[in-house]
């Protein structure tokens, strides 16, 4: 279990640990995010662990705290939809090598029908990289029909175009296969045997109230708390391949060092060695991004900074969410915002991540 260490016993240097803070803290007075929550873990315990500043802003004050509930938005490609994916191949129910047309018969045709499961994972199918589904279609249930009617906007496996899209299609092959919604297979397989009890799509009141608050919506005239923020996933009923869960640091936590422990945590595997391996590799060489199986890696400018290692591997949310894996230095950082509360417009956090992972990586006073 990870339980919390003493930081300069696993190598950070606590004066720099500080520094941390006051950068954060100084982010948070400049209005680049309302509150933050921080988690650093190495060789399997926690360093460090901060909230910052407030969960809600408007139309009430609440403190951030350590405990707070976060839309993670894009991390459910890597938390849920990922993992649940590799968990099936695993079994031997499906091939990265599907085409998707086996399971949405109207992708197929021409280019449309080279493009695998391998194409969904690693953003190259040539699907465009987000609709407003909530506002081109009248039901959640006509989405993956017209994904999969869409033409694609470039050759298959020739670039990197990261796509909603394409994740939104692998929570319908989730579906397909296993004849369960993705909320449900993903609990089942990854969550529970996992111990990740507040990681979950609708959470339910009682967890809302502890939730960070996001955007005011003007579809549904309030601010959300507890409320999945992109509309595409409110839009599906709040579960989606691309975006929809929920979870607190400490869940991520646990769920980083399964990755880092090569695909067990507590005497539990959920994935094996193997599989991690495929997904942290480089699967896009030669392109114009660097990617693994649903993972970013770590290829300049990255949100991850400018300090860690090659092989550093992870992925963002645009409520302001962040989760990098560090294996050469056998360590995570967690890194949850509200950025987009109580408004989309704030763009600093793009640069405010990379200032914050370079701060933390340069507090390891031994590597």
């Not at 209005?31 to 933050?36: E, T």
């Not at 099936?88 to 998707?100: F, H, K, N, Q, T």
Request: proline share 6%; net charge neutral.
């Amino acid at each position: 279990m990870l339980q919390p260490g003493d930081p300069e016993e696993l190598g950070f240097s606590s004066e720099g640990l500080r520094r941390v803070d006051l950068l954060v803290e100084g982010l948070v007075s400049s209005g680049c995010f309302p509150g933050a929550v921080l988690l650093v873990a190495r060789r399997g315990r926690v360093a460090h662990l901060r909230a910052y500043g407030y969960a809600q802003l408007h139309p009430e004050r609440r403190p951030m705290s350590e405990d707070t509930l976060f839309d993670l938005a894009s991390l459910t490609k890597v938390v849920a939809t990922t993992p649940v994916v590799l968990r099936l191949v695993e079994r031997g129910e499906l091939s990265l090598d599907d085409p998707v047309s086996m399971y949405f018969p109207a992708f197929a045709g021409g280019a449309k029908g080279e493009v695998r499961v391998w194409h969904l994972l690693t953003h190259t199918s040539g699907l465009p990289a987000h609709l407003p589904l909530y506002s081109i279609l009248s039901r959640g249930d006509e989405v993956y029909g017209f994904i999969a009617r869409l033409d694609l906007e470039y050759a298959p496996g020739s670039r990197v175009v990261y796509s909603d899209l394409g994740f939104i299609l692998l929570g319908g092959i989730v579906e397909r296969v296993t004849g369960e919604p993705l909320d449900r297979v993903a609990s089942e397989l990854i969550f529970k045997p996992l111990g990740m009890r507040e990681t979950l799509f609708n959470p339910p009141e009682e967890l809302r109230e502890r939730a960070a608050a996001t955007e005011y919506c003007r579809w549904r005239g309030r601010v959300l708390r507890g409320e999945v923020h992109d509309e595409n996933a409110w839009f599906m009923g709040g579960v989606a391949g691309h975006a929809g869960l929920f979870s607190t640091a400490a869940d991520l936590a646990v769920y980083a060092q399964m990755w880092l422990n090569r695909g067990s945590y507590n005497g539990v595997r959920v994935l094996s060695p193997l599989t991690v391996e495929l997904a942290t590799r480089n699967h896009t060489r030669g392109l114009n991004e660097c990617r693994g199986l649903g993972w970013a890696l770590n290829c300049r400018p990255c949100s991850c900074g400018d300090l860690m290692s090659p092989s550093a591997y992870g992925h963002t949310g645009f409520t302001g969410t962040s989760l990098w894996i560090d294996p050469a230095y056998d360590l995570f950082v967690v890194l949850l915002t509200n950025r987009v509360h109580p408004t989309r417009e704030n763009q600093c956090l793009l640069r405010a991540r990379r200032l914050i992972h370079n701060a933390v990586m340069a507090s390891l006073a031994a590597p």
